[in-house]
């Protein structure tokens, strides 16, 4: 999970004042952040939801 938010820090995808969310959908966990502007992205993680990182 962290990965997948520093990748998007990092690319400049999550724009300051953005909102990001962690998830757990179907075994994954997903990375959703919502800009200020209201533009959605979302990321998904490959590893199982409970699994230490």
């Known amino acids: 999970m962290e ?3 520093g990748r998007a820090l990092l690319k400049g995808d999550v724009q300051e ?8 959908q179907h075994g994954d966990l997903v990375v959703t952040y919502e800009q200020p502007s209201g533009e959605h992205a979302e990321e998904r993680a ?6 230490a990182a």
């Open 17 to 24: 004042g953005a909102t990001v969310k962690v998830d757990a």
């Open 3 to 5: 990965t997948l938010i």
């Open 46 to 51: 490959r590893q199982e939801v409970g699994e």
